[in-house]
């Protein structure tokens, strides 16, 4: 992309240009995309995109989260577990998932996004499905740790694809379609472990049957998906000739001189973009907020059925009661999502989010009321859920091109999932029914949360107060315009 010299704006606003014709079928980018094609663009992608993307995210997180659910259901009990073994056998699964985040998100465009992902999601479906047949403390380790490598380059994979595809202030809102399956898991997970639960047979009683059903659903789901996905906007076979050319240029209007080519799949990998994502300082305050919201997301997930059947309910009436609370945070989701890029905004909602959670923890910690209690869990998922997409939007945002947004994305997911180690144990056994220290951890991860997204805010703001005043451009006679990425004067931060 040919930057704008000196005489030309800021902003590096396209020239509009209504006398072009519709028919036209080549698009760069000097001229502005028609609203009414770009709408049309947006709309096939997201007819052709998110259906699959949502499928994988939500087979992932039952997938990911159906412990919790077996548990109450007999697991513990015949696989001999105490409340120590069963905080350990969740907690083995994010050893390989952490380590294989960064190597997923570099390698994603070689091995073909379209084939990659949904490979993942087959090999996930075969595992989950293995887990019913398990015998033993050291089959579940053994079996939750193969899961974890399989289900570690997902996330931060959709996130990068998606960014392939979709501009800065698009993104977060379908971040929100795939992400708001993570609350409908818990809804939806609940509900079907309830039933399946009650199947007894061929020698396996119950809680086998959640693993091997939701298993071979994930693979069957997976092996279709490897037919829908386009690898790169470059690969998309469902829009006409004058949309795709449209396609491709509004991706690069949308670069503000970040990118060194013009197309993704044209970009190639170097060192020097690794070390530029992790020297950003939204890549290091993003990813250790992310670690804080992601210990009461993780510790909710696993931990809801127990401390719902704390409050007094019977196994099957608690797997039920799950379902209100993860439902109100789907909607949470999706309505922070479209405001979030609706208003180009993303720190502010995530301040509101981390405060409804902090309220929802005091209900639970301060009562003895179980309705009281109960609707803590409201605020609770309501809270936190939406700040997930939100802080994983606001990072992919602000990096740039392919290679920094790929490096910073799979830190910011590998350092949040460390959380898992905490969160695994947040609520102990010895700390029933009221689990009031698990209530406070998470209270205090949510006050880091604030304050560190407090922090980039401000720094935000402040750097693109400097671009905005000239004092970046001495980077354009210093430097090669085509590898400042994220550092260009004219790329503005997400705030």
Not at 138 to 154: D, P, Q, S, V
Request: aromatic share 14%; proline share 5%; with cysteine.
């Amino acid at each position: 992309m040919s930057l704008p010299n000196e005489k030309k704006e800021r902003d590096i606003s396209p020239i509009h240009a209504p006398d072009i014709e519709q028919a036209n079928t080549t698009w760069d980018d000097t001229v502005e995309i028609p609203a009414e094609l770009d709408k049309r663009i947006t709309r096939k992608l997201d007819k052709h995109l998110m259906p699959w993307l949502f499928g994988l995210w939500l087979l992932a997180f039952i997938d990911r989260s159906n412990m919790g659910n077996a548990r109450i259901d007999g697991l513990a009990e015949d696989l001999h577990l105490d409340a120590n073994k069963f905080n350990v056998a969740l907690a083995v699964f994010y050893v390989p998932y952490i380590c294989y985040d960064i190597p997923s998100n570099l390698v994603i465009k070689y091995f073909k996004a379209g084939y990659y992902l949904p490979t993942l999601l087959i090999s996930w479906g075969v595992i989950s499905l293995c887990t019913g047949f398990v015998t033993s403390y050291a089959g579940l380790l053994i079996a939750r740790t193969f899961l974890g490598l399989a289900e570690g380059g997902l996330l931060g994979g959709m996130l990068v694809y998606l960014a392939m595809f979709y501009r800065r202030y698009q993104l977060l809102y379908r971040i929100t379609l795939f992400y708001c399956a993570a609350p409908l898991s818990g809804a939806f997970g609940g509900l079907l472990a309830t039933g399946l639960a009650q199947i007894s047979a061929g020698g396996y009683d119950g809680w086998p049957f959640i693993f091997f059903i939701e298993g071979a659903i994930t693979v069957v789901f997976g092996i279709v998906v490897l037919f829908m996905l386009p690898h790169t906007p470059s690969d998309v076979k469902f829009l006409s000739p004058e949309e795709h050319s449209a396609c491709l240029a509004r991706m690069r209007l949308d670069a503000h001189g970040s990118s060194p080519t013009a197309e993704v799949a044209h970009e190639k990998f170097s060192w020097y973009w690794v070390k530029r994502a992790l020297l950003n300082v939204n890549t290091i305050v993003l990813s250790l907020n992310f670690f804080a919201i992601i210990t009461p997301i993780y510790s909710f997930s696993l931990f809801l059925p127990t401390i719902i059947k704390s409050l007094g309910y019977t196994s099957v009436k608690a797997q039920l009661l799950t379902v209100p609370p993860n439902m109100g945070a789907f909607f949470t989701v999706l309505i922070a999502g479209h405001f979030s890029d609706k208003l180009r905004i993303r720190g502010l909602l995530m301040l509101v989010g981390c405060s409804l959670a902090v309220i929802g923890y005091i209900m639970l910690i301060a009562s003895t009321h179980t309705l009281t209690q109960y609707g803590g869990t409201f605020f609770v998922a309501a809270g936190i859920f939406p700040c997930s997409p939100l802080i994983m939007g606001w990072l992919t945002n602000n990096l740039a091109p392919h290679y920094v947004r790929a490096t910073g994305t799979g830190f910011q997911i590998m350092v949040a999932n460390m959380a898992a180690f905490i969160a695994t144990f947040t609520y102990l056994q010895e700390d029933a029914p009221r689990y009031i220290t698990g209530h406070a951890i998470n209270i205090g991860m949510l006050g880091l949360a604030l304050i560190l997204t407090t922090t980039n805010i401000l720094y935000c703001k402040w750097e693109n107060r400097m671009r905005a005043t000239g004092k970046r451009d001495y980077r354009l006679q210093e430097e090669d315009e085509g590898m400042l990425g994220y550092r260009h004067p004219y790329f503005k931060y997400t705030i």
